[in-house]
């Protein structure tokens, strides 16, 4: 069975701590995501990349960068955790030629930031 | 720019109830629609897809057809269970991301169904 696994299901951190949230895929899949969920907000795209060392921002960069050094991993780097940024983290993959953009999601990373 | 608006929750619901939940969307292009799931603690799953107006999308009870002249992809189950409580998010793709895998999502609407 395919999967997209996240490495914390939670995380509790404190403000201007750097984080660091790491996906791994296992498909073989050259697009990698990483979606904000927030309740009445829905999901967010925060930055994909398509490549190994490669990134696109999506709708919300600001606060974020991220790191895709394999094809099979694509982590999301807080540089300075803000109380703002708790959330849930969903990361997410999926072909480059699946033609109608079929989504692997992950379980999701809850942070909490003090 | 694109989006993708559905219909407020909580929507609760008895067991065998009909269910609708509204999709309506905007984009320049031809997008194609999507229903993705999340039961409670885990992440999001495909439910069903379509990819061209008249397209009608179906998985495990649930349809949805793709309207292009209204501009909706309402999700529809004639009987509901109590296994089917999620929250239930609409989604195109954007049109320029056919590489991409790019996504647009709606707010989500949480399903509680009651025995």
């Known amino acids: 069975d395919v999967k997209v696994t996240q490495s914390s299901r939670y995380l509790v951190k404190r403000t201007g701590e750097k984080v660091f949230l790491e996906c791994v895929q296992d498909m073989d899949h050259e697009n990698m995501f990483w979606y904000r969920q927030d309740p009445g907000l829905g999901l967010r795209l925060i930055y994909f990349s398509y490549d190994v060392k490669m990134k696109e921002k999506g709708d919300i960069p600001e606060g974020y960068s991220v790191s895709r050094e394999k094809k099979e991993r694509f982590s999301l780097i807080l540089e300075s955790a803000s109380t703002n940024q708790t959330s849930m983290y969903l990361c997410?993959?999926?072909?480059?030629?699946?033609?109608?953009?079929?989504?692997?999601f992950g379980a999701g990373s809850r942070l909490t930031v003090l | 720019g694109d989006s993708v608006t559905q219909m407020e929750g909580p929507v609760t619901l008895s067991e065998e109830a009909f269910l609708t939940i509204n999709c309506t969307y905007t984009a320049t292009g031809y997008p194609s629609l999507f229903w993705y799931v999340q039961y409670p603690g885990e992440g999001l799953q495909l439910l069903l897809k379509a990819t061209k107006a008249d397209d009608k999308g179906s998985n495990k009870g649930f349809e949805a057809t793709y309207r292009k002249e209204t501009t909706s992809f309402h999700l529809e189950k004639g009987s509901v269970q109590v296994s089917d409580s999620a929250v239930y998010f609409c989604?195109?793709?954007?049109?320029?991301?056919?590489?991409?895998?790019?996504?647009?999502f709606g707010q989500g609407t949480t399903l509680q169904v009651k025995p």
């Open positions: 989604a195109l793709n954007d049109p320029g991301s056919s590489n991409t895998g790019k996504l647009i």
């Open positions: 997410a993959s999926s072909l480059l030629s699946s033609g109608a953009n079929v989504l692997t």
